[in-house]
């Protein structure tokens, strides 16, 4: 539910005008109570039924019971702690077990009553949550997994020598390719957007002011005719679909597509001063673009805007291997912070507390850690990558990856 547009943080008042964490007044409200009864109850769990499914290491993944607390109140991470009262004569009973405030889920009683089923209603207060939200838009392509198997022992009898062909005796080996269904393929077959662009560059002059990125502004693509047409009206933003660092020259054409205005082809998008590269790669060393490290700190910045923080660190991990990143200390310096969005809630999950505070320095020490474990399973580790700050030995041995 999006409401209107506002650049100011709710205030207490608003939120507790718009979502509830308590039970209805069994008297005055009874068809509320009877609701949240029914549908907004979690629990029993904790040591009145530790055998919940939804306990781990002795508490609740889902973070009830929740605290008490008289007021809502907002956290400088922008999160809310609900208003959670204490109220002895207001309460359910489920499994045998008297739950109160503390074990209501977060609701809006308006939507509740119409809709009479169970609607989680929260503040949506992190980039991340809008990151989970609309994942299934930027997840990238389909993909399927198959199985190259070898064929079986075979034994060739001649009358100078008998040679055996053994079947390989190694691990199976997966692929994991792009699933290119027959439809989409017949798609792709024809015209696009990109080969039509660089031919409305042959023969319009004011075509050729613009870079890929730029041109959905001035012209709009008729996707029935495959052509691009002169935009009359509206607005619109372009956008290149999202290339992986690690993917070769498919990553080095989208860098070019961002600063080069009106090619005609694909040598004039390797041409620089006059002389054509081998590669998207030595057009884009040419042009400057790869100095001191700009196009990896592109890739964080870009993947900020869509990725989570844990497939941030996991680019952060590729970048490192395979991308020949000249500062590594300073692309860790500049994406830490994006990095480590998701770290206060992981940590929190252990101990059942939702409002325990970390510094600066120890986000940071808990994100290496989370780093240097993804490049635990490559065989690498942050001492390979010069000046790279190290995590604590101590806790990686405790997490039973020893350093």
Known sequence: MWLEKT?????????NAIISAELPNKITDPLGFELVEKHMMHGPCGTDRPSSPCMANKVCTKKSP???????????????????????DNF?????????????????????????????????????????LFKYVTKGVDKATILIEKGTTTTFDTEDTIRVVKERNEIQ???DCRYLSAC?????IKRTMFTTWMEMNKHCEEARKYTYIEFPIHFVWDNDGKVWRKRQRGFSIGRIVNIHPTSGELYYLRILLNVVTGPQSYDELKTVHGEIKDSFKASCH??????????????MDEANQWATP???RHLF???????????????????????????PAKQRRPFGNQRMKFKDDELHHYTLIEIELLLHQHEKTLTEFKDMPKPDSNVLKQLGNSL
């Open 286 to 299: 040419a042009r400057g673009l790869l100095d001191d490290d700009k196009e990896w700190h592109h890739a």
């Open 317 to 343: 991990v590729l970048l490192l291997i395979y991308c020949e990143v000249a500062n590594p200390s300073r692309l860790g310096e500049h994406s830490w912070k994006s990095m480590s969005e998701d770290i």
């Open 92 to 132: 359910v009973v489920k499994g045998g077990t008297r739950l109160d405030n503390q074990f209501v889920i977060p609701h809006n009683l308006p939507i509740l009553k119409k809709y009479q089923a169970h609607i989680n209603v929260e503040w949506c207060n992190t980039s991340n949550a809008i990151k989970y």
């Open 184 to 188: 989409e393929a017949i798609a792709n």
């Open 310 to 312: 844990i497939q941030l």
């Open 66 to 88: 929740r605290s008490y607390n008289a007021f809502t109140s907002v956290e400088k991470s922008g999160h809310f702690v609900y208003r959670c009262r204490p109220d002895q």
């Open 173 to 175: 080996e997966y692929l």
């Open 7 to 15: 650049p100011k943080i709710p205030t207490a008042a608003e939120i």
